[in-house]
């Protein structure tokens, strides 16, 4: 999960590029099961079989996050 200055932070500079009502969600983990499918990875684990608790912990704290914000219309 972020931690809760890096969400402010980015939602001060989503604020400060002119959009309203920002929401950021954050802390869904990020379907990440290719990651350790991918073959560099498993050559990792292959040959340095004690990193593998190590690659999945990595893999299981990456999270994705989504913004949704409103651009008022300066045009009129």
């Known amino acids: 999960m ?3 200055w890096e969400v402010a932070e980015y939602e001060a500079d ?3 590029a002119g959009f309203v009502e920002v929401a950021v969600e954050f802390g869904r983990p990020y379907p990440s099961g290719h990651i350790l499918a991918d073959p560099r990875v498993q050559a990792v684990i292959e040959r340095e079989p004690w990193r593998e608790g190590e690659v999945r912990d990595f893999v299981e704290s990456i999270h994705g996050g989504a913004i949704a914000a409103v651009k008022p219309d300066h045009r009129n």
């Open 14 to 16: 989503v604020a400060a």
């Open 2 to 4: 972020a931690r809760t």
